[in-house]
C-alpha cells in the first residue's frame, strides 16, 4: 500500500515554504507509483531529488494536487552495463554518475556534465532522470546523451516505450512524456573504438545553469572524421543537435580551418534568445568557441584512444 500524508493547512501567518496544497504519497513500488498516475493524469507531479520541482512549487510555478515521490523505489537507482550498452536507472544521482569509473572511462562527456552541475549538494540530490524530465534547454545531462545517442524508457500503466533522446525534448519544460508516465532508464550504446568526446559549459558561476553548454563525438578513422556529433543546450527551445555542422565534418580532416567553419555553421543552426542569464548574441558567439574547443578535446581523445 501506498502511504498517504495530509498536509496540515499551510500557514499563513508565516514565511511559506510551499504555498501550495497537495496530497504526497510515497509509493513503494514502480507499479504503484504508475497507478497513481494513472489515477490521477494530469494532477500529479512525479517528485525525485526535488531540486527542480521544489523550487517551482515554492513559487507557485508549479501547483500540483498530488506529488508522488519516486525517491523510496531503488529499483530505478543503478548503473549497469549490459551487453547492449551502459543502463543508468532515472533515480540515479548526478554524484553517483560523477562517481563512476565506468562512466568516466567510457563516456567521459556525460561525466564532465554530471560534474559542472550544480554543487555537491545539488548532485547529491538531483537525478538524472530528473534533469530530463524538467526539459529545460539548458539541461547538462542532455547534449552528452545526445551525442553518444541515448533512448530513455517510460513505464505507465499501458506498459513500456523507448524513445530516442533527441526525440525527448519538446519545448521548454515539456517533454515527451505522457502525464501518466515515468521515465525508468537511460540506455547509452557502447561508443565504436575510435571514439573521442567532450562536454564545455559556460556559466555565470559554478552553481548555475548553462549560459550554454556543448557536447561533441567524434570518430576518427587514420586522421579521417567517419563520423562527428554535435549537441547544445540553451541555444534553442530544446537541447539541439548540430545536424548541418556534423554533416559539414563527415569525412574531413579535422584541421582548424575545417573545425572554425563548422564551428560557425553549429551557431548559425542555434535559436538563442536574451534572458537573465545572458544574452542572445552572446549565446551565439559562445557557441562558436565552445564547439571549436569541444571538437579538438573529442578528436585527441578519439587519436589517443
Ligand atoms: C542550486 C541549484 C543549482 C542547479 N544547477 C544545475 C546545473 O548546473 N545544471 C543543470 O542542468 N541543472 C541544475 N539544477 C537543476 C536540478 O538540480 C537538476 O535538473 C536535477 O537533475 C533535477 O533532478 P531532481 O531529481 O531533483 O528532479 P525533481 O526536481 O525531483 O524533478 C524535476 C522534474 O522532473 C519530473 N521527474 C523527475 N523524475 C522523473 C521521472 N523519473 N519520471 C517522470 N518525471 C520525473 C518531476 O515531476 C519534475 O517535473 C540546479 C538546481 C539548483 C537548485
Known amino acids: 500500500m501506498a502511504s498517504r500524508v495530509r498536509p496540515s493547512p499551510i500557514n499563513t501567518m508565516n514565511t511559506h515554504i510551499i504555498p501550495v496544497r497537495f496530497e504526497y504519497f510515497a509509493p513503494k513500488t514502480l507499479n504503484e507509483a504508475v497507478d497513481l498516475l494513472s489515477r490521477f493524469r494530469g494532477r500529479a507531479k512525479v517528485l525525485a531529488g526535488g531540486t527542480d520541482l521544489v523550487v517551482q512549487m515554492k513559487v507557485g510555478r508549479v501547483r500540483p494536487e498530488y506529488v508522488v515521490s519516486i525517491r523510496w523505489l531503488r529499483e530505478l537507482d543503478f548503473i549497469d552495463t549490459r551487453e547492449d550498452g551502459l543502463h543508468i ?29 550544480g554543487g555537491v549538494q545539488v548532485r547529491c540530490m538531483g537525478t538524472v532522470g530528473g534533469n530530463l524530465c524538467n526539459a529545460s534547454p539548458a539541461a547538462d545531462t542532455a547534449p552528452p546523451l545526445m551525442v553518444y545517442e541515448a533512448r530513455v524508457k517510460a513505464v505507465s500503466t499501458r506498459g513500456e516505450r523507448e524513445i530516442p533522446i533527441t526525440k525527448f525534448f519538446k519545448g521548454p519544460g515539456k517533454s515527451a512524456l505522457e502525464p501518466d508516465e515515468i521515465l525508468t532508464e537511460v540506455m547509452i550504446p557502447y561508443q565504436p573504438a575510435n571514439t573521442g568526446s567532450a562536454f564545455l559549459k559556460v556559466a555565470r558561476t559554478s552553481m548555475d545553469l548553462a549560459k ?23 541555444v534553442a527551445p530544446t537541447p539541439i543537435r548540430a545536424l548541418k555542422a556534423e554533416a559539414y565534418l563527415a569525412g574531413k580532416e579535422l584541421g582548424e580551418d575545417v573545425i572554425a567553419r563548422a564551428a560557425e555553421i553549429a551557431a548559425s543552426e542555434t535559436r538563442p534568445i536574451t534572458d ?3 544574452t542572445a548574441w552572446y549565446r551565439r558567439e559562445v557557441s562558436k ?3 571549436k574547443d569541444a571538437l579538438r578535446i573529442a578528436y585527441g581523445r578519439a587519436v589517443r584512444g
Open 89 to 117: 536507472g532515472a533515480l540515479t544521482k548526478l554524484r553517483r554518475i560523477e562517481k563512476s569509473d565506468v562512466i568516466r572511462r567510457g563516456f567521459i562527456a556525460l561525466y564532465e556534465a554530471a560534474k559542472a552541475m
Open 212 to 234: 550554454v553548454n556543448v557536447a561533441a563525438a567524434i570518430n576518427v578513422r587514420e586522421g579521417v572524421v567517419r563520423w562527428a556529433r554535435i549537441a547544445l543546450g540553451a
Open 276 to 278: 537573465v542569464r545572458s
Open 289 to 291: 568557441v565552445l564547439v
